[in-house]
């Protein structure tokens, strides 16, 4: 509104989830009369269905790394690719029992109560802490991917290559999204969540989790919005 007194500050760190951002948040100085916003959902659900997993493209790099410095020869990728491609047939996975290997990723709705009770605890402290400080706090959760439409054809390559990485993750996201927001609510907190984007000419993803800079400025917008329709 023309005014030239506002200062904009992000605290945002690669790879942290909320529990990090809690503890960050209770250390930084805050000032009074701010507005806070939390911005999470994946590095939450990932840390803690798929611990210890790599992303796809942190998978891809250390194998490009490796290649490039000579520490794996195109021997060993090849052992790889033949032990990966074997392990997909349903007959090697019963007498091997892979899929054994997978089932500790799996979850059931208690884990999810839990885990949405456990982030909403942590968002009531933030609240609190904000209303002695008479500032306000926006907790927005990431997208759901499989909501998106019209996703270009190397973003669904993209797509297909995480799912066999780490699993069909957002199917199970979909699930603890909408289980937190109800949790969220039993404190009276708004957990807002961003469902889907609109179509785009440009490639919107770097992986299935990430995205490029075109994806981060509509998820902004999408931020900006709710905050505005508040205001």
């Not at 659900?45 to 493209?57: A, D, E, M, R, V």
């Not at 032990?83 to 709705?109: D, G, P, S």
């Not at 400080?133 to 270009?152: A, E």
């Not at 907190?189 to 889907?196: G, N, R, S």
């Amino acid at each position: 509104n023309g005014h030239d007194c506002f200062k904009f500050y992000n605290r945002g760190v690669s790879g942290y989830n909320s529990k990090q951002n809690f503890i960050k948040f209770f250390e930084i100085e805050k000032s009074k009369n701010s507005i806070n916003i939390f911005y999470d959902g994946i590095n939450d659900f990932i840390h803690n269905i798929y611990n210890g997993q790599s992303h796809l493209n942190q998978t891809q790099y250390e194998k490009s790394f490796n290649m490039l410095f000579g520490f794996t020869t195109y021997k060993d990728q090849l052992i790889k690719v033949i032990k990966t491609t074997l392990n997909r047939f349903k007959f090697i996975q019963l007498i091997t029992k892979t899929e054994e290997k997978y089932l500790n990723k799996k979850w059931n709705m208690n884990n999810v109560n839990s885990l949405c009770e456990k982030w909403s605890s942590r968002a009531n402290a933030i609240y609190n802490e904000n209303m002695i400080n008479n500032s306000n706090v926006y907790f927005i959760w990431q997208i759901t991917i499989n909501d998106l439409s019209g996703l270009k054809k190397i973003e669904n390559e993209i797509k297909n290559l995480t799912i066999n990485h780490i699993g069909d993750i957002f199917g199970s996201y979909e699930v603890f999204r909408d289980e937190c927001v109800k949790e969220f609510s039993k404190r009276d907190l708004k957990l807002h969540t961003i469902k889907k984007i609109p179509k785009q000419d440009k490639v919107l993803f770097f992986d299935y989790i990430h995205l490029n800079p075109p994806g981060n400025k509509i998820i902004a917008k999408n931020i900006f919005d709710i905050i505005k329709n508040d205001l």
